[in-house]
T-cell receptor, first 106, second 114 residues
Framework: GQQVMQIPQYQHVQEGEDFTTYCNSS?????IQWYKQRPGGHPVFLIQ?????EVKKQKRLTFQFGEAKKNSSLHITATQTTDVGTYFC??????FGAGTRLTVKP | GAGVSQSPRYKVAKRGQDVALRCDPI?????LFWYQQALGQGPEFLTY????????KSGLPSDRFFAERPEGSVSTLKIQRTQQEDSAVYLC????????????FGPGTRLTVT
């Protein structure tokens, strides 16, 4: 079945530094979704990517979908303390990656 | 309008007891999903409904787990003869359409089996 791997598992950055998390699938995905979960909270939808090579931006967040539709990335420019949380990707069968936990030092 | 609600928020069960977890999706949402999230892990897909039809139950870990959505709105996840490894947060999510739509998650039910 579909396997979605995420790296890194943890990332600790200084406020203002950039952050990137990567998602890799063993199979081609028809779409990929990204979610953010704050500590103690529930996952909140960020974005969905559908097209090969697609790039979408939300303010300081940039999402990419690979040409082969097997990998994706989320890049945050100039992190802020409000970015703290765990970022998950999920493939079209709603199999989630294990997530990347981001902590930001002010 | 109201978001997805789940009850109870916390449940402590003794090993061997049966539990029932409820999910009230956003009104009008066709699809409903159940996930199990262990501490420090991502949500693990359990099952998916479109209206009252259970279209995918491949994630249910054993036949002790059963889900239903008889009228296409409220859903119940039942776990029979709970085991310690069932301890987790159970998340429910709903969406307007199928899997390719944004999912709105509820706050979850934290189940602790002692």
């Amino acid at each position: 079945g579909q396997q979605v791997m995420q790296i890194p598992q943890y990332q600790h950055v200084q406020e203002g530094e950039d952050f990137t998390t990567y998602c890799n699938s063993s199979t081609t995905l028809s779409n990929i979704q990204w979610y953010k979960q704050r500590p103690g909270g529930h996952p909140v939808f960020l974005i969905q990517l559908v097209k090969s090579g697609e790039v979408k931006k939300q303010k300081r967040l940039t999402f990419q979908f690979g040409e082969a539709k097997k990998n994706s990335s989320l890049h945050i420019t100039a992190t802020q303390t409000t970015d703290v949380g765990t970022y998950f990707c999920a493939g079209h069968d709603m199999r989630f990656g294990a997530g990347t936990r981001l902590t930001v030092k002010p | 309008g109201a978001g997805v609600s789940q009850s109870p928020r916390y449940k402590v069960a003794k090993r061997g007891q049966d539990v029932a977890l409820r999910c009230d999706p956003i009104s009008g949402h066709v699809s409903l999903f159940w996930y199990q999230q262990a501490l420090g892990q991502g949500p693990e897909f359990l099952t998916y409904f479109q209206n009252e039809a259970q279209l995918d139950k491949s994630g249910l870990p054993s036949d002790r787990f059963f889900a239903e959505r008889p009228e296409g709105s409220v859903s119940t996840l039942k776990i029979q003869r709970t085991q310690q490894e069932d301890s987790a947060v159970y998340l429910c999510a709903s969406s307007l359409g199928g899997r390719a739509y944004e999912q709105y998650f509820g706050p979850g039910t934290r189940l602790t089996v002692t």
